[in-house]
């Protein structure tokens, strides 16, 4: 299941490279400490400051596979973007709670895509 997540994941960044203009994304694998727990994640290094970053990403998942991140909007600019209950059938028929954490980074922002099981 994990493989099946990551690969739902990179195909997201792939994705979402195309609409970046000359950025040479490459996604790896690391990990991120959510909830008391280490857990496996997508980390990518991208231009954009962690706002214009986060506003893009939420509008993009927005548009193509119709939910909304929370933490970014009028008022609130979390490091941590989340979704909860979220339907992806390519991953699992189940729902799953989808997160990004955006912060900067020298060059730009540093963003981890990770997913979890309620």
Known sequence: MK???????LSVLFIFQGTTHAQNLVPVESTIE???????C???YVDPEPKTLKKAWRDFLKEKYDFKLKGI?????K???SAKKVTLPAISPNALDFYTEIV???NGSQMKVFASYG
């Open 3 to 9: 493989y099946i997540i990551i690969s739902f994941l």
């Open 34 to 40: 959510h909830a008391d727990k280490l857990r496996p």
């Open 42 to 44: 997508l980390l990518v």
């Open 73 to 77: 909007g009028f008022l609130s600019n």
């Open 79 to 81: 490091d941590v973007l």
């Open 104 to 106: 900067p980074d020298a």
